[in-house]
């Protein structure tokens, strides 16, 4: 079967001929070549797959590709301002080497955007409860949690 | 994965239009975290998908009536933020943010949560292990085998697997209804009803009739409900599956130093097949104050008949110290 899909990615139409099978996460790196969202576990268990959703966080691994009709998907290559910088929080994941080997940071960057946003990342606390669903297989966490926490502030005071 | 058909219907009718006339290899899909994610490891396998994550019809979140009522499609994440929820049913609102992680909520809704399958590994595990939920008639893997994390209360000779949800731990303890619709019309069962123990017939895992869609839930507004909590007890701090949990409310009256207990209701998780209400245990507990011996007394009568395995005796104390701390911790919030 074969169901025709409209949907966009980082203001990019697309419009593809899915099968329903195929994850949101397949489609994105196998036909879009988007690569940025990972394939850890593939069972939702890890969050490295993580997107937004219309502006929501989701797991892109979970998500049937049909599910997207219409709606717009942002992955980790469609948050950089308009002149093509870095996002505040990938600079903050920097200052504070909130990663190792990189390959759950497209994950954590895209659900730490999100947290802040959603008003989550108020303490520390908060920020572990509300990140748990992305896994760092390198442990840098206390890492990550600073660079949200700083990122978080700086979001707050400008 | 198997090729399926997948259908996505305008209207609730529609959808029970699709329901009706595929049988039972039609599925409905809403998030998908359960249904698609089975279907990727090959334990669930429909012919036609019947997809209502869109449907407005199930999105909305109202307080009328004397009642809070759920839209079956409206998403784990904005029910526990949203306000009168914490307000009147904070245990309600706690039970879904200590569920799964923000990007499952956000994709997860209140109807498929309640229609969420087991955590069994064996369940899941597919070929080679037997499994009377999987496979009626094939035996339990479970029972000879690693049940560290299996359910102690409601068990059968067939089947052991843990009931995993949250929600419907804190929607039974606070009387909540779920409504239904159907080919045959709109009908309305408590949530404790929702769930059948395994006995000899663990793939019964629900008293849904074919066709029939859960479109919203409505619970009580109550005293007892607005000084709640849920205590989740987990391998882990955060986004983890329970050991043990307790969906807790308690109305106390007198002086403080002495306040007896007027209203209290407890269910438990994570311990049981099913979503387990200690009706007993709130019984008990009427008329007496909330000393630390009489919330372990309630936490005792609460798990009485538990039948552990090999490994997983220890849920048992876990369970009694669960249901007495979240008592305890509830009361002094209290006072």
Known sequence: MVVPTTFTVNDTHQQLDLDPRESLLDVLRERLRITGPKKGCDQGHCGACTVHLDGQRVLSCLTPAVQVEGRHVTTIEGISGPGGGLHPLQEAFIENDALQCGYCTPGQIMSGIACIAEGNAGTDDDIREYMSGNVCRCGAYPGIVAAIRQCAHRTEAS | ?335
């Open chain 2, 1 to 335: 994965m198997l090729p399926f058909t997948y259908f996505r219907p305008r209207t609730l009718d529609e959808a029970i239009e699709a329901l009706r006339a595929g049988g039972e290899s039609t599925k409905l899909l809403a998030g998908g975290t359960t249904l698609y994610d089975m279907m990727k490891i090959g334990v669930e396998a429909p012919a036609a998908v019947v997809d209502i994550h869109l449907l407005r019809e199930l999105d909305h979140l109202e307080v009328r009536a004397g009642e809070l009522v759920i839209g079956a499609g409206a998403r784990m994440s904005a029910v526990s933020a949203h306000p009168e929820v914490r307000r009147l049913f904070p245990a309600v609102s706690e039970s879904l943010w200590r569920s799964a992680s923000q990007q499952l909520r956000n994709m997860a809704t209140i109807g498929g949560n309640l229609m969420q399958r087991t955590r069994c590994a064996y369940f899941r595990g597919g070929v080679p292990y037997p499994c009377n939920k999987r496979d009626p008639g094939t035996g339990c893997a479970a029972r000879d085998g690693v049940d560290g994390g299996m359910a102690v209360l409601g068990t059968s000779d067939d089947c052991i697997a843990t009931y995993p949800g949250d929600l419907a731990v804190a929607l039974v303890a606070f009387d909540a209804v779920v409504d239904v619709l159907g080919p045959d019309g709109a009908r309305s069962l408590p949530v404790a009803q929702l769930r059948p123990l395994p006995g000899d017939t663990p793939h019964v895992e629900h008293v849904l009739r074919p066709g029939e869609v859960i479109t919203q839930v409505r619970l009580p507004i109550t005293a007892v409900a607005a000084k709640s909590a849920y205590l989740k007890i987990r391998p882990r701090e955060s986004y983890a599956f329970a050991f043990a949990s307790a969906a807790v409310g308690l109305v106390l009256a007198g002086s403080p130093a002495e306040a007896a207990v007027i209203e209290c209701r407890i269910a438990l998780g994570g311990v049981s097949t099913v979503p387990w209400r200690a009706a007993a245990a709130e019984q008990w507990l009427i008329g007496r104050p909330l000393t630390e011996d009489a919330a372990r007394t309630a936490g005792e009568i609460a798990m009485r008949g538990a039948e552990p395995g090999r490994a997983n005796a220890f849920k048992v104390e876990l369970g009694v110290h669960t249901v007495a701390q979240s008592l305890l911790s509830l009361s002094r919030s209290e006072s």
